[in-house]
């Protein structure tokens, strides 16, 4: 019988990660370790150098004619599409405005589909009306040419977690 036991740990400062591999052989108990590197798909490293608080900084990562799509039934006055990265600047402090300067953004996993897009999971948290809210996110990112051209921000609006 065979078990594998993977620990594996990402190098922020490279695109790459290290992972140490245990197999326990049983009935001996035998470990074998293996150390394995993997490259970090360039869409995800690309995103992974965003800073959303310093766009200014991040402006290097876009297309000129970059696009930011946002629907929200619950924050239906920012509904829009976004043009460029002062768009963008525009969108976040429309939505520091709206959330009393709440609003925070937890990343929890981007996933590269192909070349051209990759899909990232957030928690939004923000206080809205009085109410404090934590949902869950993605946004769809479209990488052409080495640089973000599009991305559209999806909220899960109607399992949200609120606390009044």
Known sequence: ?????????????KTEYKCLIKTCLQPNFIYKETTMTATIHP??????????ANLAASSHLFSDDFVWHFF???LAE???DYVGVE?????????????GNTFQVEPISLIPIGDELAIAHVKDRMTLNGNTIELDAVVI???????????WDIPSVYSDRTAS
């Not at 869409?43 to 965003?50: D, E, K, R």
């Not at 990112?141 to 991305?151: D, F, P, Q, T, Y």
């Open 1 to 13: 019988m065979k078990h594998d036991n993977r620990h594996c740990i990402q190098i922020r400062e």
């Open 43 to 52: 869409s995800v490293s690309l995103i992974q150098q965003l800073d959303p």
């Open 72 to 74: 929200n039934p619950k």
């Open 78 to 80: 920012m509904h829009g």
């Open 87 to 99: 768009g963008l600047k525009t969108f976040f402090e429309k939505l520091q405005l709206q959330t």
């Open 141 to 151: 990112w479209r990488i052409v040419n080495g640089l973000i051209a599009e991305a």
